[in-house]
């Protein structure tokens, strides 16, 4: 009996390892193993809420289009009805009897608009607008995500190499710590130069545990941005960065500014905008105008107890042949006054055209602001990385010295340390200004339509 309960505990043990197993393999195979770039942005862009709800927007802006075409259908409608009627009634004799009868109706309606001020053209000529539009707001929403995943990326990137920096500072003095104590050891020098160098270790200790805990935020900034439900084995590739030259020449803001006002999503929208509120103009101009529709109609009945003048019941099939009634016409209606609705409907749909062509200007107003600070950090960063290389060279020299004479005793581990420190922040500004500079011209490329790589 015991033999069997062990058995039985033994393969649920062995089935739940498996489950968490399999669990761990779907987890894994859900997502890639280092995301690109590319793959990030994709990602995003089919997960992102934002996008979602513009895809919805344009969607709706879709539906009423359609609606807006079929306003140039004519329209049908039926009516039935079951009556029920008691006491005095009018017979099919044209004479009054009480008498308790059932009757049935049918109606059918159709109106077909001819003229309607022009409103209908001006109302799809007004949502087709309203569509691009939508489309274009869609693709903002999908270059904002872009520009984010981007700027999230690289920012891992930037925190990947500090970490690696902090990690070479503090093997170099992990390394001086063993030369060090070998020394005092020795009787060669003062403790007090290990004890400066073991703080000098527990201070870079902390810098790296600062740039690693950087580096995870960095990710976690990123997952939530993939809207992703874990994070926990999310890596991302490390692409090969091009060389930054010091004669490295940018295309001027204005050149990009001209050809980002044909494809910025913010410019094509307003202008869009402004295109579908001049014809919201016209359509409440047109509801000035006559309207001319056409009708038809068609009317049948049939009642249990219609006799005819033989007192004989008449049959269902006579009833239909000679109660119906049918016709069409033209209806005209004009408008003379209606409490001066349509002129407060022409007056805020020029309000409306004012509003939106400002709103272009300003659309255009921004993207050349946005151009022309871009291009200015792009630059600046490219200053600032030309001159940090000049500062890194020289500080690598002056620390190789510094070591040099440490290690034969000429200077003090204060002095040490003050050249390693230099170093080290110079090296994190050169990294800090080849990242800037890197996202400064995606940033341009993009403006000019190109895809955002690395």
């Not at 890639?32 to 344009?58: F, G, R």
């Not at 079951?82 to 009634?89: F, H, I, T, V």
């Not at 994070?231 to 060389?243: A, D, G, M, R, T």
């Not at 990009?256 to 094509?268: E, G, N, Q, S, T």
Request: with cysteine.
């Amino acid at each position: 009996m015991s033999r069997l309960i062990y058995a039985i505990a033994f393969l649920i043990l062995v089935s739940i390892s498996n489950i968490l197993k399999a669990q761990d393999t779907q987890d894994t195979q859900d997502t890639p193993d280092a995301w690109s770039l590319k793959e990030c942005i994709d990602y995003a862009i089919q997960n992102n809420i934002q996008v979602k709800q513009s895809e919805l927007s344009t969607q709706y802006q879709e539906n009423l289009l359609r609606k807006a075409k079929t306003d140039r259908f004519p329209s049908l409608s039926a009516q039935a009805s079951q009556n029920q009627n008691y006491g005095r009634s009018l017979t099919y004799n044209n004479t009054y009897e009480n008498i308790n009868s059932s009757e049935s109706d049918l109606n059918l309606n159709t109106n077909v608009p001819i003229f309607q001020g022009f409103q209908i053209n001006n109302n799809i000529k007004k949502s087709q607008f309203d569509l691009k539009a939508s489309m274009e707001d869609l693709q903002k929403a999908k270059d904002d995500i872009t520009m984010n995943i981007a700027s999230a990326y690289l920012e891992i990137l930037f925190s990947q190499e500090l970490v690696k920096i902090s990690q070479d500072q503090l093997d170099v003095t992990k390394q001086q710590i063993r030369q060090t104590q070998e020394k005092v050891d020795a009787g060669s020098l003062a403790k007090g130069s290990l004890l400066d160098i073991q703080a000098q270790a527990a201070k870079e200790e902390l810098t790296l545990v600062d740039n690693q805990n950087q580096l995870k935020l960095n990710y976690l900034q990123l997952a939530q941005l993939l809207e992703l439900d874990s994070y926990k084995n999310f890596k991302i590739q490390k692409p090969e960065l091009p060389e930054i030259k010091a004669e490295a020449s940018l295309i001027s803001a204005t050149e990009i500014y001209k050809r980002a006002l044909a494809l910025w999503p913010d410019v094509k929208s307003s202008e869009y905008k402004l295109q579908s509120s001049q014809y919201q103009l016209k359509a409440a101009k047109g509801a000035n105008y006559p309207t001319i529709t056409a009708y038809g109609f068609y009317y049948n009945s049939y009642n249990n107890k219609y006799t005819d003048l033989n007192g004989d019941k008449i049959p269902f099939s006579d009833q239909l042949s000679n109660n119906q009634r049918k016709g069409f016409g033209l209806q005209m209606n004009i408008p003379i006054f209606n409490r001066l609705q349509n002129k407060t409907n022409i007056d805020n749909a020029k309000i409306d055209v004012l509003s939106k062509q400002l709103d272009v200007e300003n659309s255009k107003k921004i993207l050349r602001k946005d151009i022309e600070t871009a291009e200015t950090n792009a630059i600046a960063a490219l200053n600032r990385y030309t001159s940090n290389q000049k500062a890194v060279a020289a500080m690598q020299e002056a620390f190789r010295y510094s070591e040099e004479k440490y290690n034969v005793g000429l200077v003090n581990a204060l002095e040490y340390n003050q050249a390693k420190n230099n170093l080290a922040k110079a090296q994190s500004d050169l990294l800090q200004a080849k990242y800037e500079f890197i996202f400064r011209t995606k940033i341009l490329d993009f403006y000019r339509g190109l895809p955002i790589e690395l």
